[in-house]
């Protein structure tokens, strides 16, 4: 059974995650999805929660079990018996942070490999980071995570923001308790003589005051109270931020959507370009072998050419040899005969035998016929 391994915060799971999660699931028999309990964060959701969610979020998808876990994601693969691990790339930044982990973790366990998928394009721009920090404005986040997240989202983050209230109004409590009794002692200390403006005081005591005064109220107890003060226009200002960023991301998207069909546009250009060169290499290949094939057929024809060329003149050479060789041995047999007859002449009476032509004389005839 091929089993891989999705780790993660998710805090909170956005449409990014949905999106490698349906992807992943397609390529394995079964897709964990590890929701990590980083006990060095403070997640808007508990792990439980998290669990819970994305439990609600997957269910339509059969293959998808949800775990928490926390310790090395490696780990975890190897304890739940997984072969792959599946990870999420936006950007190359992402793929510079990922190679290196998996790497890392390919020495750690060699039996477990890294699944890099890309994120789609609409949600290249996406982090659960950018989500929170909307929600936290009360911008609108429903572009971002699914319908049944939008809510509790948002009551994590209030609760949050009451929790923060809660602790100003404490601490306002003992800065109040503290100015009553900066007034308490003023309004205990004597007048100067001769005066009913100046009182004497003893500085010790006031600076002690003041400076507990000043220790209960720092720069974030501050901050809270503009905050409080000013919530509308802060407000304002946060939903004007809120759609600065959603802005930025559509741009963002419409850019590398731009770049995409760019790029699929020099894809087929590229295409068609090594097409009419495969083309244009065969047409070469075609008339190369064309023009072989009749320079193979001209050699042939001239080779069989000159044989027959050949085989005349040497037909003619024997036959002329021939009849010159048949010309000398009738004149050599001429030459005998007038001899031989000579010789009779000279021989009254002489025996025929006698002058009888050799049998070499014969073998010319022979020759002859």
Do not use: W
Request: charged share 25%; glycine share 4%; net charge negative.
């Amino acid at each position: 059974m091929r089993r891989a391994v999705y780790p993660g915060s998710f805090d909170p799971v956005t449409f990014g995650h949905l999106d490698i999660i349906r992807r992943s699931a397609v390529l394995v028999d079964e897709l964990i999805v590890g929701v990590l309990t980083n006990s060095a964060k403070t997640p808007l959701f508990s792990a439980e929660e998290r669990v819970n969610i994305l439990a609600d979020v997957t269910k339509d998808i059969g293959n998808v079990t949800i775990k928490a876990f926390d310790g090395l994601s490696v780990d975890f693969a190897r304890n739940c018996g997984a072969q792959f691990m599946v990870r999420g790339l936006r950007a190359i930044t992402d793929f510079d942070y990922e190679l290196q982990m998996s790497q890392t973790n390919r020495i750690l366990r060699s039996d477990i490999d890294t699944i890099f998928l890309s994120t789609s394009l609409e949600y290249a721009y996406l982090s659960s980071t950018t989500v929170k920090e909307i929600a936290s404005y009360h911008g609108d986040i429903s572009k971002f995570v699914p319908e049944s997240v939008i809510e509790k989202i948002y009551r994590k983050i209030e609760t949050h923001h009451n929790k923060i209230k809660i602790g100003v109004i404490t601490m306002s409590s003992r800065i109040e308790q503290i100015i009553e009794e900066i007034e308490g002692y003023v309004d205990s200390c004597k007048f100067q003589p001769l005066s009913s403006t100046k009182i004497v005081v003893n500085k010790e005591e006031l600076e002690e005051l003041l400076r507990e005064l000043r220790m209960k109220t720092p720069d974030e107890i501050k901050r809270y109270q503009k905050i409080i003060s000013n919530k509308d226009a802060i407000l304002a200002d946060a939903q004007s931020k809120a759609d600065a960023i959603i802005a930025d991301a559509k741009a963002q998207a419409q850019q590398m959507v731009t770049e995409s069909e760019v790029m699929q546009q020099a894809y087929a250009q590229s295409n068609e370009l090594l097409e009419n060169t495969n083309q244009q290499a065969q047409e070469i290949m075609d008339n190369a072998t064309t023009d072989a094939n009749n320079i193979r057929m001209g050699a042939l024809q001239y080779t069989d050419e000159m044989l027959s060329n050949l085989e005349n003149i040497m037909s003619h050479t024997i036959e002329t040899a021939g009849e010159k060789y048949n010309t000398f041995i009738n004149s050599v047999q001429s030459c005998y005969d007038i001899v031989n007859k000579n010789r009779r002449e000279l021989t009254p009476g002489g025996s025929p035998a006698a002058y009888a032509a050799p049998e070499q004389a014969g073998s010319y005839e022979d020759d002859e016929a």
